[in-house]
């Protein structure tokens, strides 16, 4: 039966495809797909932990055997029955070995997928005391997942497009586009979360869109959706409980809808839809090598937003002319599954970095230094479970000044990667006077260490990120210390408006159109501008083509965005005229409701 869940939009375009669901687990687990040769093995990473555990739960059994019912209620020799019971029944290890076989999960993703499969049975079940069953399966996986730790292969994700099985697809099926012609499927993701790390593992993969229950607009799994250039959903609450594996799915990233099990002629109206989608892209494809200058000869720098080194390709493919934000926190996190060091060292990181600028071809890469914390958790544990209130915790720069052996670290990478080329030193979150000073002082410190012992290094531009108003109010301070400003608009409106921005719940209320956030970034830009200083906008406002005229009309010239929207940015750029635009935007600054004044014409 068709039926549809709704969802906030974060990147354009429509997926068609079979659901795979990444279920979460109270133990932390890698998601990536295994080559076909290592199918064997990773069974039998498997067969080692049930064995392994099936002997823990002997042992058990034994030392109950050998206790008095005062120490061992009788009930506890019963459920660990039902425990080694659990642990052999066919239906576990039948679809685990399904999941690694027939789709190349690696083996805790294939665990927690037929976990989720099985402890649905037990949800439909009558009996109560079948039902509850459900719990103690939980306990025989996590007990298995613990003893699997360790063993994992490196990280390898390969092929996303699993070729069609014939155990599990149906040929005749009336829905399957792809039905009969023998060629691969593709695939969509659908989860309750996904940690920003585990986007990255899948960002290698080519899942044709994906779908979470949680997360806001600007949430960092939205983001990194959207650089994965893919249709993407979020926020769509109960998705990952409706949605069955391998249904098939339509994601709709422009309206925020997901289709479950569409019918014929849905299908072929969104068929449509994706060709016309398709077309769209080729023609603006045709703007890449032209320079984004406006009617009146204003030139406009359209910078790209990279999480890892290897990014730098799709922003130069994309036209960028340089990095205007590299989120190296993507460098440090999802170790822990990787089963790597708990952090990069200098060396691994100013590998890394120098691969970024040596990859932009002499362009500018703005490295912003690590920010981690609230919702970008360094390993898989959500930041929620530990602290609580993470986006008004330590993270960003409080967390670099924390731990200044880790920041004097990844300074020192950062400036010997500037031997290679230009670097500009970007710094998140800062407030406060004192953070200004301690930075400083960090930097001239990381200097004096690579001085003595005689290591190369390059100067950097050094800026600021305006992201608390607090730091928007008091610019005077900043640019006195700090060559160029970058305005991080996605935490400027979630600290002005007190919107947690991966909050599904209070989406709404998310408004980058807000007078107060965009009285705060159209004084920002005009402060820069008397000062000759550099300003940017690197937050997501700056890929949203709804904003480009304003900001324009605002007086900036420097927009950093995720490669995919560059085009669509660099159209609205050439089409624009600012000399016309800077009364029409002081016009939607003093609008009542700016965001029907940025509809009207100029
Ligand atoms: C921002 O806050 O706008 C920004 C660019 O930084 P991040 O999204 O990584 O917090
Ligand atoms: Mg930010």
């Known amino acids: 039966m068709t039926f549809a869940v709704h969802g906030l939009p974060v990147a354009r375009g429509i997926a068609i495809g079979r659901a795979v669901l990444v279920v979460s687990s109270r133990i932390d687990v890698a998601h990536y797909f295994i080559k076909p040769e290592e199918v064997a093995s990773e069974i039998d990473r498997v067969r080692t932990a049930r064995n392994a555990v099936a002997d823990e739960l002997t042992k058990l059994q034994a030392n109950v055997a050998l206790m008095g019912p005062s120490e061992a209620p009788h009930e506890l020799a019963a459920l660990l029955e039902v425990h080694q019971m659990l642990l052999q029944d066919d239906a576990l290890s039948g679809g685990v070995k399904h999941w690694i076989t027939d789709r190349l999960y690696n083996a805790e993703w294939a665990l927690t997928t037929q976990l989720e499969v099985i402890a649905r049975q037990f949800d439909e079940m009558e009996d109560e005391y079948l039902r509850e069953r459900k719990a103690d399966l939980e306990q025989v996986v996590e007990r298995m997942l613990h003893r699997m730790k360790g063993t994992a292969a490196v990280l390898a994700p390969s092929p996303p497009r699993r070729k069609r099985a014939a155990t599990n697809h149906d040929d005749d099926d009336p829905h399957d586009p792809t039905a009969g012609d023998g060629v691969d499927v593709p695939l969509v993701l659908i989860a309750h979360d996904l940690s920003p790390a585990d986007m990255l593992q899948f960002k290698k993969s080519v899942f044709a869109g994906f779908v979470t229950d949680v997360g806001g607009r600007t949430s960092h799994t939205a983001i990194v959706a959207r650089s994965m250039d893919i249709p993407a959903v979020v926020g769509a609450r109960t998705a990952s409980q409706l949605v069955r594996q391998d249904d098939w799915v339509i994601i709709d990233g422009d309206a925020g809808v997901v289709i479950v099990d569409p019918s014929p002629i849905i299908l072929a109206e969104y068929g449509f839809k994706q060709r016309q989608g398709d077309l769209e892209r080729g023609r603006l494809a045709r703007l890449r090598h032209k320079p984004a200058i406006t009617l009146d000869g204003e030139r406009v720098d359209l910078l790209a937003n990279i999480e890892m080194p290897e990014d730098t390709v799709g922003a130069l493919k994309a036209g960028a002319v340089g990095v205007g934000l590299f989120r190296s926190e993507f460098l440090f996190m999802g170790r822990e599954a990787q089963q790597l060091a708990r952090l990069p060292d200098e060396e691994e990181q100013y590998q890394a970095y120098r691969r970024a600028v040596e990859g932009m071809q002499g362009m500018p890469v703005t490295i912003r230094t690590i920010d981690v914390g609230a919702d970008k958790p360094l390993d898989g544990k959500s930041a929620r479970q530990e602290h609580l209130n993470p986006a008004l915790g330590l993270r960003a720069i409080r967390w670099s000044l924390a731990d ?16 290679h080329g230009e670097i500009h030193l970007l710094i998140p979150m800062l407030a406060h006077a004192t953070e200004i000073r301690q ?4 930097i001239d410190t990381a200097k004096a260490e690579l001085d003595a012992r005689s290591a190369v290094y390059g100067q950097c531009k050094l800026g600021a990120m305006i992201e608390i108003p607090a730091a928007a109010l008091t610019l005077r301070l900043f640019l006195q210390h700090f060559d160029f400003l970058s305005i991080g608009t996605n935490d400027l409106i979630q600290y002005t408006l007190a919107i947690d921005r991966a909050d599904e719940a209070v989406a709404h209320l998310y408004d980058p159109a807000h007078p107060a956030v965009l009285r705060l970034v159209a004084d920002t830009i005009a402060e820069c501008r008397r000062q000759g200083k550099g300003v940017s906008v690197c937050g997501e406002m700056a890929g949203d083509i709804t904003f480009t005229r304003l900001l324009l009309g605002l007086g900036l010239r420097s927009f950093s965005m995720h490669p995919s ?38």
């Open 404 to 419: 200044p052996a880790m920041f004097l670290t990844q300074l020192r990478a950062i400036l010997r990667a500037a031997a």
């Open 439 to 442: 930075t400083m002082a960090l």
């Open 565 to 602: 929207q560059i085009l669509a940015v660099k159209q609205e750029v050439l089409r624009a005229d600012t000399s016309k635009l800077a009364a029409w935007a002081q016009g939607v600054l003093e609008a009542d409701d700016p965001a029907f004044a940025l509809t009207l014409p100029v």
